[in-house]
């Protein structure tokens, strides 16, 4: 009986280490297994730079250029959208002259700025955009002679880190019959290739339905890998929403494309009130000016609105926010979307940068990732379309981009 008792105490002594052991096992290898999640964490985003994080956003400086400043004979301003090539350190500057005053056209520069400043804006070329048949784009009066072509109001650009060349947009122009683009080019300005508007974007000549002159396709981006091209709508359609107030906002669509111009997914994105009143009989808006993928399912969005005082001049109000389109409900059915059961996009302010202390805050529409700066962050870049107007700046903003 001794025994047995002695041998069972040893058998329950066994268990109790081998129990032990497995649960530091299993502790270690939980620990392991978080350390290696990390890590694979910082290798994506070493082996692939188009993969974010985003916490807080620092005020680098900001550089102006002159007012009706020229080069190469071209008439600078309207900066509408920028994007870069990490590769060649360079970046695309598209301009939204309707071809009035010189073709269709974007940039080519080089910004110079780091941590402690920004240093220099400097073009280096300028490249002229054609149509399908080769031709410079009409400008309305153009058009209005011959009837052919699309008048141009581009918006945005982005460089294609897969097959290179740049995307751009065009609003379209309702009083001209014409919708809005979306088109590749090569770095030359040859047209390669473009992707179809959506239905319910397109205009409706027999109802009000589709796309507002001058809300339309204004801010793109591609995914992180390069398969996905999404666009933002500046402001809502009218099947969907009025446009914003001081009293309300209004709901516009962001829209996933894959590359062969399928529309993989499409979500309700939730603009801001009009931040101020404008003066007696005076002109406000509010509206999304350009859209940039922090990852697969986050993203930069760039609100701005312009209010009108009572003697005639403008205040922008900017802010950046983060979103997210997990959860999110997919309207690409829906014709409208009003009266309907829609979870927007969740949105959270990351920056108003009418905090920043600028003497001048203008017309921001640009919105790109940047360099690496030597801290180890990403940095952001925006620009202002100065509308060609003298009371406006073209401007230049470099921003620092602090992680989660």
Do not use: C
């Amino acid at each position: 009986m001794r025994s047995v008792r002695w041998l069972s105490i040893s058998m329950i002594a066994v268990l109790l280490l081998v129990y032990s052991f497995q649960s530091v096992l299993a502790d270690k290898n939980e620990n392991q297994l978080k350390s290696e999640e990390d890590a694979n964490e910082q290798l994506i985003r070493k082996d692939n730079p188009h993969v974010h994080s985003v916490d807080h956003l620092r005020l680098i400086g900001s550089r102006i250029v002159p007012n009706k400043a020229t080069f190469r004979g071209t008439s600078l301003g309207g900066f509408s959208g920028l994007s870069y090539d990490p590769h060649k350190h360079q970046w695309y500057i598209i301009s939204d002259d309707r071809s009035m005053i010189n073709p269709a056209r974007f940039y080519t520069g080089k910004l110079r700025y780091d941590e402690r400043g920004f240093k220099s804006v400097r073009l280096t070329d300028v490249t002229f955009l054609k149509q399908p048949d080769g031709t410079f784009y009409p400008s309305k009066e153009q058009y209005n002679s011959d009837m052919e072509g699309d008048v141009p109001d581009f918006e945005s650009i982005r460089y294609d880190t897969r097959n290179g060349g740049v995307w751009y947009t065009s609003e379209g122009d309702r009083s001209l019959g014409m919708n809005p683009l979306i088109r590749h080019a090569t770095l030359k300005g040859t047209y390669q290739s473009g992707l179809p508007t959506p239905e319910i974007v397109r205009m409706d000549k027999q109802s009000p339905k589709g796309f507002r002159n001058n809300l339309s396709l204004e801010g793109s981006t591609f995914s992180p890998d390069g398969l996905s091209y999404w666009t933002v709508m500046e402001g809502p359609l009218f099947q969907d929403d009025n446009v914003p107030t001081v009293d309300t906002g209004a709901v516009s669509r962001i829209t996933r494309y894959d590359r062969d111009g399928n529309i993989k997914v499409q979500y309700a994105y939730n603009i801001e009130d009009i931040p101020a009143e404008p003066g007696p009989g005076k002109y406000a808006d509010n509206g999304v000016t350009d859209i940039l993928s922090i990852n697969d399912h986050e993203f930069l969005t760039l609100e701005r609105a312009a209010v009108q005082s009572a003697d005639g001049s403008f205040k922008n109000y900017i802010r950046i926010y983060k979103i997210d389109t997990k959860n999110a409900t997919d309207i690409k059915d829906m014709d409208t979307i009003k009266n309907q059961n829609v979870v927007p996009v969740q949105k959270q302010l990351v920056l108003n940068m009418n905090e920043l202390g600028l003497s001048k805050l203008d017309n921001i529409e640009g919105m790109s990732w940047g360099k690496r700066l030597k801290n180890g962050h990403d940095s952001l870049v925006l620009v202002s379309d100065n509308n060609f107007n003298d009371a406006q700046v073209t401007q230049f903003i470099a921003l620092d981009v602090f992680p989660e």
